[in-house]
T-cell receptor, first 109, second 116 residues
Framework: KQEVTQIPAALSVPEGENLVLNCSFT??????LQWFRQDPGKGLTSLLL?????REQTSGRLNASLDKSSGRSTLYIAASQPGDSATYLC????????FGKGTTLSVSS | NAGVMQNPRHLVRRRGQEARLRCSPM?????VYWYRQLPEEGLKFMVY????????ESGMPKERFSAEFPKEGPSILRIQQVVRGDSAAYFC??????????????FGPGTRLTVL
């Protein structure tokens, strides 16, 4: 049974810092791994999707990596901004998505 | 191209009533997934449907919950005889017709169900 864990559960940083969010999964037989952003009381916004055959994906200030053999993915956020404050979720794709509980990020100005 | 649409956005029911949640997938998408997010919990998979077929319902509670995706119209998640523990945000996602679960899932804004 797939389990997804995200560390840390919460993170507070000053504006401008580079930061890394971690995601681990127990079953390496995944189709892809997705990173999402969720704002309080809102839906999910897809940030990046890494197919199982890929090692990383980049979009603007975001970079996500995938290491299937070790069951890990990281989301790197460069030059963080207050607008990046949200909960970040990773999800491993089998038949459906298995989500971690998220990392709640707070970026102060 | 409109995104995934869910309605209602907020739904209040009293214990014992029925709740019906609707999801219209993105145009061209024929795969629909329902997820539930309980307070202080992560999102949990409930059911995966294609048109007129339930593909995987391993995450659905055994009683009171049902889902359908008819040939015409939106997907419906139905909860009978709601209890307070059903209060949660229910999210629908869709993915394209080809590739099945290999594809990126696009999420709707969710329906927030409150059971009084």
């Amino acid at each position: 049974k797939q389990e997804v864990t995200q560390i840390p559960a919460a993170l507070s940083v000053p504006e401008g810092e580079n930061l890394v969010l971690n995601c681990s999964f127990t079953d390496s037989a995944i189709y892809n791994l997705q990173w999402f952003r969720q704002d309080p009381g809102k839906g999910l916004t897809s940030l990046l999707l890494i197919q199982s055959s890929q090692r990383e994906q980049t979009s603007g200030r975001l970079n996500a990596s995938l290491d299937k053999s070790s069951g890990r993915s990281t989301l790197y956020i460069a030059a963080s901004q207050p607008g990046d404050s949200a909960t970040y979720l990773c999800a491993a794709a089998g038949t459906a998505l298995i989500f971690g509980k998220g990392t709640t990020l707070s970026v102060s100005s | 191209n409109a995104g995934v649409m869910q309605n209602p956005r907020h739904l209040v029911r009293r214990r014992g009533q029925e709740a019906r949640l609707r999801c219209s997938p993105m145009k061209g998408h024929s795969h629909v997934y329902w997820y539930r997010q309980l307070p202080e919990e992560g999102l949990k998979f409930m059911v995966y449907l294609q048109k007129e077929n339930i593909i995987d319902e391993s995450g659905m509670p055994k009683e009171r919950f049902s889902a359908e995706f008819p040939k015409e119209g939106p997907s419906i998640l139905r909860i009978q005889q709601v209890v307070r523990g059903d209060s949660a945000a229910y999210f629908c996602a869709s993915s394209p017709s080809w590739g099945g679960s290999y594809n990126e899932q696009f999420f709707g804004p969710g329906t927030r169900l409150t059971v009084l």
